[in-house]
């Protein structure tokens, strides 16, 4: 039988991840076991007859423990982004255990073109891929475009008053949902490509800020226009509203990465592994208009 293991699976996307290893892959609850450095907030996946374990990126021996008996293994990446190169640490103790554990295929989840990214936390991904790739593990790399979920961190607020500040310029990016990239985590979990392949998962389109805001003005009903700032002025922005400064830099980072093109790739690489086309931006906005406010 083979048993497949989800780390962060107490995340948004883990959990996405596991109810579509259920549900459209079939695996029975004995086949996986959901990992978090907390198990006690894995009762739900408890409750439905799934093994849980601990998995903490900070203890390697612990990891290659949890690992035990494992034959796919998907690594979602962390979330320790305020301290440099802490990621990218946690991730490769995950890869060392998962090697010294004997898992039988890594899946791992990434971002597009890391290795030609504006995006402050870029290098993470493209160390963690180098490390896959030199440990001998069989692997599936997953690049995610940018969630479409995303937008929910300033669009509410931007509705409120009717202008979206960005200095995204004329670039194009072309979102995917996170409930597209739990199934096609999942699907590669429950049947792997063959051999060792990087994927980059994306919408079925490529759209600018300003169509964006349009899809969303339809959806809501609500007048939103677009204000194309420069870097420096959209982080002095939100210096002023009280943010932090590495995420301050992660999202002029990202904002300066759409501009100069890097997110602007649409591949088929979601039906291939799914079967089905990916959400698009207008249905998503359709369906979660009530979340805009």
Not at 74 to 85: H, R, T
């Amino acid at each position: 039988m083979t048993k497949v293991l989800v780390t962060g699976a107490s995340g948004q996307l883990g959990r996405g991840v596991i109810a579509e290893l259920l549900k459209q892959a079939k695996l029975e609850p004995s086949q996986i076991v959901a990992g978090s450095r907390d198990p006690a907030s894995l009762a739900d996946a408890q409750a439905k007859g799934i093994e849980t374990r601990r998995v903490d990126f900070d203890d390697a021996n612990g990891m290659e423990e949890a690992f035990a008996g494992i034959d796919r293994l998907l690594i979602i990446s962390s979330g320790e982004l305020a301290v440099p190169s802490k990621r990218v640490q946690q991730h490769k103790a995950a890869v060392a255990a998962a090697a010294k554990a004997g898992v039988g295929h890594v899946i791992y989840t990434s971002m597009p073109n890391p290795d030609n990214s504006l995006i402050s936390f870029a290098p993470d991904h493209l160390n963690t891929e180098q490390a896959i790739k030199a440990s001998d593990l069989s692997y599936t790399i997953l690049r995610n475009s940018w969630y479409t979920e995303n937008y929910f961190m300033n669009l509410p607020q931007n509705l409120a008053t009717g202008t979206w500040y960005t200095s995204q310029g004329g670039g194009k990016l072309a979102n995917i949902t996170r409930g597209d990239c739990a199934a096609a985590a999942a699907a590669a979990l429950a049947s792997p490509p063959e051999g060792n392949v990087t994927l980059t998962l994306t919408g079925p389109e490529s759209l600018t800020a300003e169509a964006v805001a349009g899809i969303v003005a339809k959806a809501t009903g609500k007048p939103l226009a677009v204000v194309q700032l420069t870097d420096e002025q959209l982080s002095g922005g939100m210096r002023g509203a009280g943010l932090p400064d590495f995420l301050i830099e992660m999202l002029v980072s990202t904002e300066a990465n759409i501009r100069a093109g890097n997110f602007d790739l649409v591949t088929d690489h979601f039906e291939q592994l799914t079967g089905r086309k990916p959400q698009t931006v207008a249905d998503f906005f359709e369906k979660n208009k009530a979340a805009l406010g």
